[in-house]
């Protein structure tokens, strides 16, 4: 008996090359050059700004580390970038040339934009170049970043596209298919091919009004008048924060523009109006803990240290003001307690972060503070160094001032303003009087999460601690 023909197999795997191509079908052939076009694009790369910082909006351009042409490998440091806090090394994620540098050193830029251009090899730095030269001249990032794809297809010079119908330019990017749902509704309806239209939303997606705008159909007067109307109702969100006044300049001033520190600085304190704060005072005498600083001073503790480790041992104890209320609905207890301490550097104001610190001596905390402001004089703080505060110590007691209140942190719970000791005439229970010294603490509270009777029994064990600071050294 003959045996039967085993069945041909079909499998893209077992076809020679020219049948595999034969095989695909004529809607997948043509998709190929696109794809095709897609992987050369790859050969050049954006460097962007990064967010450094979950409050930097933008950045500044400190130095190049790498200058135009030079090659750079994964992970090398590429530039120094300012944030709203410190000066950051950045490192680039892929190898290649530095071909283009947008952005030049002393110049800002608004996180996610492009600062600089990676070529993949020599060959493609002059299509680096031209498209840094099209972002230059302000043409728009969606319709520009497709041309030197097609240049390095074509290997000619770019030229702008003469008509809207030039726009499958957008579709070499990868934006063919990216539509709301609506536009794909009135595509069907109007018979529009999507892959023929440009993109006007975000990251190159097609709107509604692309599709009318390609079927030829006029704009409806109804959608314009609400978009008139938006910035009526746009208006109050905007009043609520309040904004000064924009006064002019008083003859002879000469103005001078924030740092990106103290623009962010400025910002975080038109928040905190946001929040219900209250305010509690209390007088604490401090005859014992200046006893016990001048035994410790000599071992490289400072007074901040001994205040910051009595805050995070009473905060031990009061759980709720170390807490923070960051969506207006609940609280967040925060199981570190992080002290962060206000530091003046040149040209703004920065809080570094005692971590853990109720768990490490003080030592341990002098050692650390020590390295802290070191970082913060040289900008080289860390994100985590500066931004994980639960708690803030404000001291200007140091400088004399008896008395001052502090502005609370967004994020925080609670923030502490230690002012100076001073000798003071003090009535005991007998009546009779004496001389002590004493400091007066006023603490900033978050009133939706932290009520008076709270911050009171806080401050009360602040204050055990501070009138008999043996504890401190255990």
Sequence with gaps: MATAPAPLSLS????PARLRAAAVPAGARGRQPRRGRMVVRAKIREIFMPALSSTMTEGKIVSWSAAEGDRVAKGDAVVVVESDKADMDVETFHDGIVAAVLVAAGESAPVGAPIALLAESEEEVPLALAKAKELSNGQPQQAAAPAPVEDAVAATPPSPPPTPAAAPAPVAAGTKGIASPQAKKLAKQHRVDLAKVTGTGPYGRITPEDVEAAAGIQPKPKPAAVAAASPTVAAPSAAAVPQAAVLPPVPGATVVPFTTMQAAVSKNMVESLAVPAFRVGYPIVTDKLDELYEKVKPKGVTMTVLLAKAAAMALAQHPVVNASCRDGKSFTYNSNINIAVAVAIDGGLITPVLQDADKLDIYLLSQNWKDLVKKARAKQLQPNEY???????????????DRFDAILPPGQGAIMAVGASKPTVVADKDGFFSVKSKMLVNVTADHRIVYGADLAAFL???????????????
Excluded: W
């Design 460 to 474: 009360q064990t602040f204050a055990k601690i501070i009138e008999d600071p043996e504890s401190l050294t255990l």
């Design 12 to 15: 893209a795997s077992t076809l």
């Design 387 to 401: 931004s994980s505060g639960t708690f803030t110590l404000s001291n200007l007691g140091m400088f004399g001032v």
